[in-house]
């Protein structure tokens, strides 16, 4: 049975209401909202569209700062305020239905309206009734939780670059009446009328071009100047020549009556270019890949006053010595002492270890652990910016651009491009200038024209583009086109452990000690069912056949375990001292120890659970790639892995952030090409040292630090295949060069012949972009189905 | 004849309206979000609405 508002497996005991199931009171609470307010529509809409709401008790508390607030706030005024959001559960129709009568569940709310594609909600309200947490909060309750971050608030209103939007349009828009234009000339019809009006057109079709030159090729002109200027013979450098010859030899023809220019040939070969890079454009607006510490941090902590009054503090103003205050699930922003509570730290944001560790009062605490248990305080030393984990983003590797690290193929091979055209150029122009002076200009141009590499410019932006959306379908989103090319270049692929080969949620457990009777075990899949901790979670999805009882006891000690007790039998499970177990030793897995009464019966001990085809993602890597595991874990899974991975894999653990870092580094140096696949933030220096950092993600929309491609975590066996595409891609983009040279060949034989008019060159420049295009956009569509 | 000048000149300002247009549109972020409004079109006939209900919703400018 499936829970009418989220669809998830309601279990053996679902909550009835109004003759429907629902598998939790959050979903049900939900569905009282929408009914009590006429929004029922929403489930008619999709099948089980909800999203079961998540705990939000003091979360956004720091929206009761009004300093967080204003930089929150997208306008205000009076009694108006304009807020944007970013809710990741965006995902179906009845999102956009229910969002967008967000009016109806408060009637302060005046406007709503969805993005869909960028996942945001922007909603006009009246602050004096609603305010901002308020809000949030209602948001939040009917399971659409904003996700609020540091990124946010220091974000000021960026504009959208639509410049390309309107150079396509400008070209586009020449390019048509152009064609129109110089279409009787194509006739070469010798008419009296026509005739007469010969210079009117021509005129018409030169001050069409005249945007096209100076508005829609500057960023060809810019692009070539600079690789002048840096020495690197560019492809924009022989299209930005193009394009001037273009322009200044029709121009000279119209102006001295000596044929009709090439206008035609000069608008369509920018539409076409320009249509390229629109085509290779494509962003996936709802990931961010560039995300830094600061989408993990809070936007706001609660500070303590020297009263003891709590106040909701801008992370930013945390000063050395301030008292803080973390609760549960609370990330700690900043390194410090811990004041007092029973601190257990999970760190894996920072380490990648997996297991929380216990703290005392007076030790060290370090920024990006997460409180789990009661709350704490603390002691802050230093701010956010000081701290161990942010300090890993002053490396120097996150100040440069990485993809001015790498060269495209289309570079590499435009050196020699450019070179060659300019040598038949000048070559043909002075024999020309010998035998017959008057030819020489003419076809001096002519090549340059001719020679103008549209379709070799069109080649990989085609390719690519296609690519990616093709990847984009699988699940594997890439930040740009230029990462295809990088991958097609790899040769080492190294792995993260925790996160990234394991899965997050799930472990195989085994049970190591005495049997436990069949009661006890009911006894205590019971007891579990009322905790909430993780670990508890997965002992009770581990322990399904047996019964649920009625309890006499429960308690639980945060940090330590629970205790149960049902018809005289009494059950402690929980950390080694908390069951009294006799166990010298702390073993490293993490494990759950259990007793009976006064005696300790044994513990279940929770192994790695790998993702599903890992082992046959590394037998196939093994042939192609050196392959490696770094891990900030603890040794206890290397026997496990061991088995799991080809001979020859190298193994480290307990890695910390910049060792992962300066160990790519090093293999970089040594000349290796590394694809680094992580998850966490401590992967995040090795991410952008590699030259390929893939983040996976089980839930693509939430975190993932700042990498070249995002994949989601049920397609990681999946990335052999990808790596193969990505290198057929190349070997497509390599053989569309060699058909546009072809083309290139048989222009040239023209213009060095001297019989390249008008019409050859506005036949020839459409049908090589055009054929260029289908011939890649075919081929990439054929790899995309073996893909599939 | 010359009647062509009127009508090419013409022409080209009615197409040069139509660019103008185009523009305006991509200005005024039609083309930002090209998914939500084909799902939107398809709601607003569901909508019941139960009695009066304060201002309709009309969409905020950037």
Redesign the interface.
Known sequence: MNCFHCGTNCGTAPICFDNKEFCCTGCKTVYEIFSAN?LE?YYDLDENPGIRPGEVEGKFDFLDNQRILEKLLEFSDGDIS?AEFYIPSIHC?SC??IL??L??LH?SV?????????KKL?V?FSHSDLTAKELVLLLSRIGYEPYISLEDAGRK?QD?D?SL??KL??AG?AFG?VMLLSFPEYFEIDEF?LN??KP?FRW?MFGLSLPVVFYAAGDYFKSAFKGIRAGLLNIDIPIALGIAVLFLRSTWEIATNTGQGFFDSLTGLLFFLLLGRYFQEKTYSFLSFERDYKSYFPVGVTRMDEDGQEISTDIYDIKEQDRLLIRNQELIPVDGILLNGKARIDYSFVTGESDPVTRESGEKLFAGGKQTGTAIEMVALNSVSQSYLTQLWSNEVFSGDKQTRFQSLTDRISKYFTAVILLIAFGAGTYWYVTDPALAAPVFTAILIVACPCALALSAPFTLGNMLRIFGKQKFYLKNAQVIERMAGIDTVIFDKTGTITANANADIAYEGVELTRQERSLLRTGLRNSNHPLSRQLYEFLQDQQIDTLDHYKESTGKGLEMSAGGVLIRAGSRSFAGSPDLEEVLNTSVYVSTGEAYRGRFTFYNRYRKGVAGLFRSLAAKYRLGILSGDNESERENLQKLLPAGTKLFFNQKPEDKLNYVRFHQEEGASIMMVGDGLNDAGALQQSDVGVAVSENINVFSPACDAILDAEKLPQLGAYLKASAHAVTVIKASFVLSFLYNLVGLYFAVTGALSPVIAAILMPLSSISVVLFTTGLTGWIGKKLN | MSVIYILITVSLIVAVIFFVAFVTAVRSGQYDDSYTPSVRMLFEDELVEPEEDSEPSNSTKN
């Open positions: 006429q529509g304009v129709s956009i239905w967008e009568n009016h109806k009637r005046k406007a709503s309206q969805v993005d869909f594609p960028r922007r006009t209103e959208i639509r939007i309107y349009g400008v828009f009446n009328w007469q009006y009117f018409i």
